[in-house]
């Protein structure tokens, strides 16, 4: 998958089922109380908005790619952060001294019975 362009074999059923469920989660989440959507929320809503206006540009229609387009900047916007977490460079201690270990296998009692 090329997580900057999405899929490109992403189905119209799938993605709208995508959004369809997550809003109907989101609902029932949210029903009878004051909340909003987190940071991961918006984040999954602009890659499946994106995902859509993706599919609809490809095909032509261009005012439903507009339409799913401005769906996913809003949602992008409204996430805290610049798209997923990125992977760090970690530094570990160097081990003190070296350690060497022997990688061999042999029978001991001449089966073969792995158990």
Same mark, same amino acid.
């Given at each position: 998958?090329? =997580?900057?362009?999405?899929?490109?074999?992403?189905?119209? @059923?799938? #993605?709208?089922? &995508?959004?369809?469920? *997550?809003?109907?989660?989101? $609902?029932? %989440?949210?029903?009878?109380? !004051?909340? !909003?959507?987190?940071? !991961? *929320?918006?984040?999954? @809503?602009? &890659?499946?908005?994106?995902?859509?206006?993706?599919?609809?540009?490809?095909?032509?229609?261009?005012?439903? %790619?507009?339409? @799913? /387009? *401005?769906?996913? &900047?809003?949602?992008?916007? #409204?996430?805290?952060?610049?798209?997923?977490?990125?992977? %760090?460079?970690? %530094?570990?201690?160097?081990?003190? /001294? $070296? #350690?060497?270990? !022997? *990688?061999?296998?042999?029978?001991?009692?001449?089966?073969? &019975? =792995? =158990?």
């Amino acid at each position: 998958m090329n =997580a900057r362009h999405g899929n490109t074999n992403d189905s119209i @059923f799938r #993605l709208r089922t &995508d959004v369809m469920t *997550a809003k109907v989660l989101v $609902w029932v %989440a949210s029903v009878g109380r !004051e909340s !909003e959507l987190t940071s !991961e *929320a918006h984040l999954y @809503f602009f &890659d499946r908005y994106r995902r859509l206006a993706d599919y609809h540009r490809k095909r032509g229609h261009g005012t439903k %790619a507009r339409q @799913f /387009q *401005a769906k996913a &900047d809003e949602h992008y916007r #409204l996430c805290d952060g610049g798209g997923p977490p990125y992977a %760090a460079a970690m %530094a570990m201690p160097r081990p003190r /001294q $070296w #350690l060497t270990t !022997e *990688a061999v296998g042999r029978q001991m009692n001449g089966s073969d &019975d =792995a =158990a």
